[in-house]
């Protein structure tokens, strides 16, 4: 029994020097390809055209409303910030200030440094209520479509908050749809600093809110021929007014900007992914026609994803948010499948044997 506990401590000390070593790896490596903090910046407005054609200053774009709504403000200990916000209660308007040709900086990173990460601290603004659904912020990460891209969906990751009733939700492209990975409440008038990653090696994409348990993972870019074709290109802060019936002002603040090239994900969020894992039973396993899904903490199952060891998607199965569930894999033919388990919490990644 000594030999074993001392056993279980060398092992314990072995992950955690790989983790310290991964963590380091990333920090001796990591480029920051774009910084913005607005701190440069002149206070007032932020640009001169709204019409999307002619930058303002950093080389920001604005669309739609007028000068006057995008503001560089004095934020209480954050230095300045950018401040977008309605001239009245019901104003219905888009509100639209983009970041453009990142793809330029992406270019520049080294080689093996293929995880893009994000930093924006975004400021959730007072609650606003409104006859319409489309009474939200959204933070967008936008590729240029390659040649004979026919999908409408240009977003790598999208992060959308609702004023209604303060939740957001957080969205990855895996390549031909859009699919809902984040789904939590934020309070209002907070700020937040949020953090995507785009791991294009592994194909996966990651989201966290550090001094939270929020974190989220998902299928990135897994129905593309080419990841290194769907880079990043834009970033786009939007605010959507609409059927305000509140009497409170729309304002959304924007500071702190970061996008980084890494080696790899943090660990910790590779544990998270780990940790989903470990709450899914399968059975029997191996299968021959039909397994069990089954969970103890009632995580409800939207997705299963199936893919061949070489990583190959060879198909998807809806469901309707399920804590447990059953999957014909009849048609498969005898091997080892990797089934990833799309829920509520993010996605677990489980072995399946097919005889």
Do not use: C
């Not at 990135?220 to 990043?232: C, G, I």
């Not at 969970?295 to 939207?302: G, I, Q, R, T």
Request: charged share 15%; hydrophobic share 35%; no cysteine.
């Amino acid at each position: 029994m000594a030999i074993g506990f001392i056993n279980k401590i060398v092992m314990k000390n072995i992950i955690l020097i790989l983790a310290l070593s991964i963590t380091y790896l990333n920090n001796i490596t990591a480029q920051v390809l774009y910084t913005e903090n607005f701190d440069n910046y002149t206070l007032g407005n932020l640009g001169t055209d709204v019409t999307g054609q002619t930058p303002g200053q950093g080389n920001w774009y604005t669309t739609d409303a007028t000068n006057a709504q995008y503001t560089i403000i004095t934020e209480p200990n954050k230095g300045k910030a950018l401040s977008i916000f309605t001239n009245n209660p019901q104003q219905d308007q888009n509100f639209i200030a983009e970041k453009r040709n990142l793809n330029v900086l992406i270019d520049q990173r080294a080689a093996g440094n293929n995880v893009i990460k994000i930093e924006v601290d975004f400021y959730t603004g007072s609650r606003s209520i409104a006859n319409s659904s489309t009474n939200t912020s959204r933070i967008s990460f936008l590729f240029d479509p390659p040649q004979n891209y026919t999908n409408l969906e240009r977003e790598l990751i999208a992060f959308n908050f609702s004023h209604n009733i303060g939740v957001f939700l957080v969205r990855v492209f895996d390549g031909h749809s859009t699919s809902l990975k984040v789904s939590q409440f934020l309070t209002s008038d907070t700020w937040y600093q949020l953090i995507f990653y785009m791991d294009y090696t592994n194909k996966k994409g990651y989201f966290e809110i550090p001094g939270t348990n929020i974190s989220g993972n998902g299928d990135f870019l897994t129905q593309v021929v080419n990841p290194s074709d769907f880079k990043l290109s834009k970033m786009s802060l939007t605010m959507i007014v609409s059927n305000l019936t509140s009497t409170t002002k729309r304002e959304q603040r924007y500071d702190d900007i970061r996008i980084t090239a890494l080696k790899a994900v943090p660990p910790h969020l590779l544990n998270v992914e780990s940790f989903l894992s470990d709450k899914f039973n399968l059975y029997p396993n191996p299968a021959t026609n039909i397994v069990n899904i089954t969970n103890s903490e009632n995580m409800l199952v939207e997705q299963v994803t199936v893919y061949d060891i070489t990583g190959k998607q060879l198909s998807t199965q809806s469901f309707d948010s399920e804590a447990e569930i059953q999957l014909n894999v009849g048609n498969l033919a005898s091997g080892t499948y990797m089934l990833h388990l799309h829920t509520n919490d993010g996605t677990a990644v489980k072995k399946l044997i097919k005889k």
